[in-house]
């Protein structure tokens, strides 16, 4: 079997005042896997979203989604949206973990893994959908009907597969 | 760029077991931090909550969770950060399998954490929590002691592994 | 011509920085049930799967990967879940299987399973084996999200992992299907 160190920072972006969304582009298809991390807070606590290389009329997207309240758990489930929700982010310190498995693939649709922690609010996790079989080349994240505030982190990581 | 995720430190707790488990002078020169625990504690149940507290102190925690038993579900706040290990009731030899992801832990914000944590059990009761944690402080995270939430204590073979990821 | 003086070791500076994860070893099935990484090395602390995959199925979506080590398929497992389904969260247990599982599978050859399974401490002779994974698939209108945990009662080192496709899978798995095995370093 061969084996090879990865797990390989391919960029970050740290916002510097206020801003609605920020876009990973040019994203290399070199890699297996990728995996954003997104450290900050939103101006208010709302959803996450994202989409792919510019696809924001589609209805292509979908997610099903498990929320902790803090006095309840439950699921939910979005279907034929123009983005992705990824959970939500809130005004207090907040951590969303995506995993895009085979992104560069030009054959099925994709899917993404991801884990949301906004601790003053919900701790979520779920599976987002884009019924789009193009390989990923940009990763847009928006706050819904809020902003990233200063301060807050993006960065992304490729995995190679052996 | 350089592959990233480096082992800092790691763990074992040796015989006669540990009330704790520390990790300190936490370098500065990462990203983020992702702390990997196997445990199990001499809690009488089949699962335990451990926490950490950071700089040795275990106070401006919250944390936010959603809980499954093997049966039932949950949901909870707490005022201190949560995972899971195995406790004394459980199969023998059995450890739980937990992770806390620490990002930007060295900037100068307040510090959230995403933690995922199972215990296991050779029957219908176990347990699997994720929490959203958060330490309202602004100073960088040098210290890391893992501890048990109900004065149990961490067993032989428990162990935990410090690795730290770089962005750039 | 004067000779080109070497370059000694010691004058490197620089030196490559090496993580510690590590890809080990990847499986992209065609036509087999099962899916098997064998001959794993013992030099890692830890292991990662992550796995993207779906199969076509006979019977109605959704089915599971049925996983095993080192070819023990006696009831040395149990296996727990904490799951959405996207109307309800709901928790599930069950001891002495002869498995543990991976959910869910979606028979859609266009819409994709995802899992990221970790194993810690899986070479510890003194430990069971402890597995936790978040897995799922979302089928615009149908989907499951599922924190997974398995437990395999034996205190050997892991050197081989099968996942296996249960009743109803029929063997053809959709295009870029991937296995893929990562060790980590402790």
């Given at each position: 079997m061969a084996a090879g160190s990865t797990y390989t920072p391919i960029a970050t972006y740290t916002v510097s005042s206020a801003q609605a969304a920020y876009t990973f582009s040019?994203?290399?298809?070199?890699?297996t896997d990728l995996v954003v991390v997104i450290n900050g807070t939103f101006g208010a606590f709302n959803t996450l979203f994202m989409q792919f290389n510019s696809d924001t009329s589609s209805n292509n997207y979908s997610d099903t989604g498990m929320n902790g309240s803090g006095s309840a758990a439950s699921s939910y489930r979005g279907t034929s949206g123009n983005a992705s929700g990824t959970g939500g982010m809130g005004a207090t310190r907040s951590t969303t973990i995506l995993q895009i498995q085979n992104y560069s693939n030009a054959t099925t649709y994709k899917t993404t893994l991801w884990r949301a922690n906004s601790p003053s609010d919900y701790v979520q996790t779920g599976v987002s959908l884009w019924r789009n079989t193009a390989a990923i080349n940009s990763i847009t994240f928006t706050a819904n009907a809020t902003t990233f505030q200063a301060g807050s982190t993006l960065t992304l990581y490729g995995i190679t597969a052996a | 760029m350089a592959n990233t995720m480096t082992l800092i430190s790691s763990v074992t707790v040796g015989a006669g077991g540990a009330a704790s488990i520390d990790f300190t002078s936490i370098p500065s020169t990462y990203t983020d931090l992702v702390l990997k625990i196997s445990a199990r504690t001499t809690r009488a149940n089949e699962g335990d909550a451990i926490s950490v507290s950071i700089n040795g102190v275990a106070t401006n925690q919250s944390s936010r969770s959603i809980e499954g038993s093997g049966s039932a579900t949950g949901s909870s706040t707490f005022t201190s950060f949560r995972t899971q290990a195995d406790g004394a009731?459980?199969?023998?030899n059995t450890f739980g399998n937990s992770e806390f992801y620490f990002p930007n832990y060295a900037g100068s914000t307040n510090k959230s954490a995403s933690a995922d944590g199972v215990s296991e059990n050779n029957a219908t009761a176990a347990y699997a929590w994720l929490t959203a944690n958060l330490w309202s402080s602004t100073a960088a995270i040098n210290q890391i002691t893992v501890t048990d939430l109900n004065s149990a204590t961490f067993v032989q073979y428990s162990t935990a592994y410090l690795y730290g990821i770089k962005s750039s | 011509m004067s000779i080109l003086p070497g370059i000694y070791a010691s004058q490197i500076t620089g030196h490559l920085v090496t993580g510690s994860f590590d890809s080990i070893a990847t499986v992209s099935p065609t036509s087999s049930a099962t899916v098997t990484f064998s001959s794993i090395p013992s030099t890692y602390k830890h292991l990662q799967i992550r796995i993207l995959a779906s199969v076509a199925q006979t019977v109605n979506p959704p089915f599971n990967w049925l996983v095993t080590f080192n070819g023990d398929s006696a009831a040395n497992y149990s296996r727990h879940r904490l799951q959405g389904d996207g109307s309800s969260a709901s928790s599930y247990g069950i001891g002495s299987q002869n498995y543990f599982e991976l959910s869910y599978i979606n028979g859609s050859l266009t819409t994709m399973n995802a899992a990221v399974v970790d194993i810690l401490d899986y070479q510890n002779t003194n430990k069971y084996k402890t597995t936790k994974s978040l897995s799922g698939y979302d089928a615009n209108g149908s989907g499951f999200i599922v924190l997974n945990s398995g437990s395999w009662q034996s205190t050997s080192a892991i050197t081989s992992i099968s996942i296996t496709q249960n009743s109803g899978g029929t063997g053809l798995y959709a295009p870029n299907t991937s296995f893929a095995l990562y060790g980590i370093r402790g």
């Open positions: 040019s994203i290399p298809s070199t890699y | 009731n459980a199969t023998a | -």
